[in-house]
């Protein structure tokens, strides 16, 4: 049999959060809940459902237009950059893909935090680079760590913020220091899939640095506060030539004609994305209550999940999906929950007093 070559065979597949279809149909379990891959609980804006339907009428025969001019146009309006600016991507997971393909030659490193998003080591190590691995500190990027993690092999350097599964975020005075400091030649891409959930003033500017056409790509989606995981679209914006070179190794037709035309629409209903953030926050209020009297630690977030450090992870996840609750183990010794519907909240909160969890 064919072998794929040793950086692809020594992966290990991507693990998404447990669909709640699978945990019916194993335990046959009747109305789970799932707060495992930080989704938006009360879905898209109803104007954006409807350009699906529209979408699907009239142009499924016809390839997408693959440059997605209309959808570039409306977000360039928005975020006053230049179309040419922005790269849409399947998500923003195939853009952190186009990205380490387009600029990482075999033996590259790239830098990230650990633990951050897991996609960014795997799309490094497909793309022949070395991810270069730098721990939290307080559950936070150290951003001071990573500069020091760098090395003449380095390409690539990966920041989520805010962090996924810890939420916590970094401040404009540490994002600033470390593009003042880093060297020239290095592609910092900034991951802000959970930025329009930031409450914090001190927030990371990093338009800023875009502005000065310095080596930055931020990367950002559709499937967190707009709700519309499942069409698979996210965005990038760059200096036009970083975006240029990504161009050509990004796939034809790679964002298909329903998604482009549905973004369009949910960016134009401010109203459900400010609707979208109350309940988020109204649910983060809700856990930190419930958590701290079950004396349960929890990292306090700026996204719309919440990182739990616990003695026996699996168990727990285990115990939870028994009751009908799915989040995600992150580890032997934490669980990350997604803050759902009040209704989610609670029985998230009832499973685990019943579970006796203890930090
Ligand atoms: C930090 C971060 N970046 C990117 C993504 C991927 O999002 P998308 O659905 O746009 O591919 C996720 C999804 O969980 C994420 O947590």
């Not at 339907?53 to 209309?70: E, F, H, I, V």
């Not at 930055?216 to 967190?224: A, D, G, M, P, Y």
């Amino acid at each position: 049999m064919i072998k794929a070559p040793e950086h692809i065979s020594a992966l290990s597949p991507y693990m998404p959060g447990k669909p709640i279809e699978e945990l019916e149909r194993e335990l046959e379990i009747k109305n789970p809940v799932k707060l495992a891959s930080n989704e938006n609980p009360i879905g898209p804006s109803p104007a954006a459902v409807r350009a699906i339907t529209a979408g699907l009428k009239k142009t499924l025969n016809r390839y997408p237009d693959g440059s997605g001019y209309y959808l570039k146009t409306a977000l360039a309006k928005k975020l006053s950059v230049k179309p040419e600016e922005i790269i849409l991507g399947n998500g923003s997971n195939e853009l952190i893909d186009i990205a380490a393909r387009t600029f990482l030659a075999p033996g590259d490193e790239a830098v990230m935090a650990h633990p951050s998003f897991v996609v960014y080591s795997m799309a490094v190590q497909a793309a022949g680079g070395k991810a270069i691995q730098s721990p939290l500190r307080d559950y936070k990027h150290d951003l001071d760590a990573m500069l020091n993690a760098v090395t003449p092999k380095t390409k690539m350097l990966f920041i989520a913020n805010p962090n996924n599964p810890t939420g916590t975020m970094n401040t404009k005075e540490e994002f600033d220091r470390l593009m003042i400091n880093i060297r020239d030649g290095i592609l910092v891409v900034v991951d802000e899939a959970y930025y329009e959930y930031v409450m914090n003033a001190g927030y990371a500017d990093s338009f800023k640095h875009f502005r000065a056409c310095r080596n930055i790509l931020i990367l950002r989606t559709f499937s967190k506060i707009y709700g519309l995981a499942g069409l698979r679209i996210g965005y990038g914006i760059a200096p036009q030539e970083i975006i240029t070179e990504m161009n050509k190794v990004r796939p034809p037709f790679n964002t298909n004609s329903v998604a482009q035309k549905t973004a369009i629409e949910a960016l134009k209903d401010k109203g459900h994305i400010k609707k979208s953030k109350e309940i988020n926050n109204t649910g983060k209020k809700y856990l930190y209550k419930e958590l701290s009297s079950l004396g349960i630690r929890h990292v306090p977030t700026e996204a719309n999940f919440i990182y739990m450090p616990v003695a026996d992870s699996m168990n727990i996840y285990k115990n939870l999906l028994h009751a009908g609750v799915i989040v995600r183990p992150m580890g032997p010794d934490a669980i990350r929950v997604t803050i759902g519907l009040p209704e989610e909240n609670k029985r998230f909160i009832k499973a685990l007093k019943e579970l006796k969890v203890k930090s």
